[in-house]
């Protein structure tokens, strides 16, 4: 059977994959296990605005409750908050129902520990181990009258969050225009609200979420609106958020996208010059851009490299004592502030870095050359087996040799989607096309729904 959680928690398409049956005994196990030294293990729980979020996050606190567990609905918030309330409220566990950049269609459930981190491994596969025995009716009997645990709504700690990322920067950030892309999804009040509380003059878009426009070509992962808006209101700089606001992205006052990468480095700038980069260390992926390394290299700071996946960039600036990590997409992690990617956060702190520079967004985001690269997702049956495929080692390999040392080619599965993603990154822009297209064609002929 294949591992119920994946990359970040448990996903699929709602009431399908995603059932709230399964809900149900995720959260019965979950209670079981944060419980076991204790009678009331307490959990906090937010969701995004999907549609489906109301049914999974009603019936996951059914669970809880039928085990024991106190739950605490939050509401709509972003998932960095859950990881920061759960933590300065001395809960035992967070819990985040959001499929994240994913379509309405998906949803997903997250868990923090107490601490606000996500979950490893091994608590992940007690609590799968846990729900398995419950479906089976294994699990301890369930406890009844004073012993069920609780259901309540805390509605307010929103803005507590919204303090908290004010309170992240001292810089006023008046005089700058802003064109911020909530996704139409958790961040679509309070991004707005904190940038206004900090000075900026705002321009709301994709900010009225209706159940199923949650991403809908808007958001980190479609910057098109948000450069026409930029563009269109002589905007210093467009913020875009994704679905549950642990992801930022940036488009410039010419329309230019700007990407995690980038953004990571402006910040890693500011924390050197402060004396607040661990070790003059950032954590990348293995996504990460070539020219990525080489800026940092040239501004005396080093980078470490991980598997794709906040989790493992967290993982590895908690293990390593690193301040500041994160991925192409967005997620950037400050280690000092949160304990996980955090759009706001990272909004907050790339506006500071414009005002205290005095430079437009453009200037700033040409201190790193960003070498082209060209990513291709290809649906698959499965996603295991490619590796060991001879025709797409075949074609890949024939790749590399055709890039040589000039650049690189990546294929790995999706964490969290049915797909293979295939990255060439190089000088020569048509020629990464022409590899992508080449090896995607195999993969597609070899895994794809049709075999």
């Known amino acids: 059977m294949a591992r119920l959680f994946g990359t970040d928690g448990v996903r699929g398409i709602a009431n399908d994959s995603l059932t709230?049956?399964?809900?149900?005994?995720?959260?019965?196990?979950?209670?079981?296990?944060?419980?076991?030294?204790?009678?009331h293990p307490t959990f906090?729980?937010?969701?995004?605005?999907?549609?489906?979020?109301?049914?999974?996050?009603?019936?996951?606190?059914?669970?809880?409750?039928?085990?024991?567990?106190?739950?605490?609905?939050?509401?709509?918030?972003p998932t960095p908050a859950i990881a920061y309330l759960t933590r300065t409220h001395h809960m035992d566990a967070g819990v985040m129902i959001s499929a994240s950049h994913n379509p309405f269609e998906y949803n997903g459930i997250k868990f923090f520990d107490g601490f606000g981190y996500k979950l490893p491994d091994e608590t992940e596969d007690k609590i799968e181990e846990c729900m398995?025995?419950?479906?089976?009716?294994?699990?301890?009997?369930?406890?009844?009258?004073?012993?069920?645990?609780?259901?309540?709504?805390?509605?307010?700690?929103?803005?507590?969050?919204?303090?908290?990322?004010?309170?992240?920067?001292?810089?006023?950030?008046?005089?700058?225009?802003?064109?911020?892309?909530?996704?139409?999804?958790?961040?679509?009040?309070?991004?707005p609200e904190i940038l206004k509380r900090l000075g900026a003059e705002v321009i709301a878009i994709?900010?009225?979420?209706?159940?199923?426009?949650?991403?809908?070509?808007?958001?980190?992962?479609?910057?098109?609106s948000l450069k026409e808006t930029v563009l269109k209101y002589g905007a210093d700089v467009g913020i875009a958020n994704d679905g549950d606001a642990d992801r930022c992205l940036a488009v410039d006052e010419k329309g230019q996208e700007m990407d995690g990468d980038q953004i990571m480095l402006l910040c890693a700038m500011k924390l050197k010059a402060e004396g607040r980069l661990?070790?003059?260390?950032?954590?990348?992926?293995?996504?990460?851009?070539?020219?990525?390394?080489?800026?940092?290299?040239?501004?005396?700071?080093?980078t470490e490299i991980t598997a794709v996946g906040d989790r493992y960039v967290l993982e590895k600036m908690r293990k390593d004592g690193y301040s500041l990590g994160g991925e192409q997409s967005g997620h950037i992690i400050f280690l000092d502030y949160?304990?996980?990617?955090?759009?706001?956060?990272?909004?907050?702190?790339?506006?500071?870095?414009?005002?205290?520079?005095?430079k437009p967004l453009s200037e700033l985001?040409?201190?790193?050359?960003?070498?082209?690269?060209?990513?291709?997702?290809?649906?698959?049956?499965?996603?295991?087996?490619?590796?060991?495929?001879?025709?797409?080692?075949?074609?890949?390999?024939?790749?590399?040799?055709?890039?040589?040392?000039?650049?690189r080619i990546l294929v790995r599965p999706s964490g969290t989607e049915p797909l293979?993603?295939?990255?060439?990154?190089?000088?020569?822009?048509?020629?990464?096309e022409r590899i992508v297209d080449d090896i995607a064609v195999v993969v597609e002929h070899e895994m794809g729904p049709s075999k």
Request: aromatic share 4%; net charge negative; glycine share 12%.
């Open 20 to 39: 709230p049956e399964l809900a149900y005994h995720l959260g019965r196990a979950a209670a079981y296990i944060f419980g076991q030294n204790k009678e």
């Open 44 to 77: 906090l729980i937010g969701r995004d605005t999907r549609r489906s979020g109301t049914m999974l996050a009603d019936i996951l606190a059914a669970g809880i409750a039928s085990a024991g567990g106190d739950c605490y609905m939050v509401g709509v918030i």
């Open 132 to 191: 398995l025995k419950d479906e089976r009716a294994a699990l301890q009997s369930r406890p009844t009258g004073a012993a069920i645990g609780t259901i309540s709504t805390w509605t307010d700690l929103q803005q507590e969050y919204a303090d908290f990322i004010c309170k992240s920067t001292d810089i006023d950030l008046s005089g700058l225009k802003v064109v911020h892309d909530g996704a139409n999804g958790s961040a679509s009040v309070l991004g």
């Open 206 to 224: 994709h900010h009225e979420p209706n159940g199923v426009n949650i991403n809908e070509k808007c958001g980190s992962t479609h910057l098109e």
């Open 278 to 302: 661990k070790q003059d260390t950032v954590v990348g992926t293995v996504m990460s851009n070539i020219g990525f390394h080489k800026a940092l290299k040239e501004m005396g700071c080093k």
């Open 338 to 358: 949160n304990t996980t990617g955090d759009g706001l956060l990272t909004a907050v702190q790339l506006l500071s870095i414009m005002k205290q520079q005095n």
């Open 365 to 407: 985001a040409g201190l790193m050359t960003r070498y082209p690269q060209i990513l291709k997702n290809v649906r698959v049956q499965t996603k295991s087996g490619w590796e060991d495929n001879n025709l797409i080692m075949a074609a890949i390999s024939a790749g590399e040799e055709e890039l040589g040392d000039e650049g």
């Open 420 to 432: 293979i993603r295939v990255m060439a990154e190089g000088p020569d822009l048509d020629q990464l």
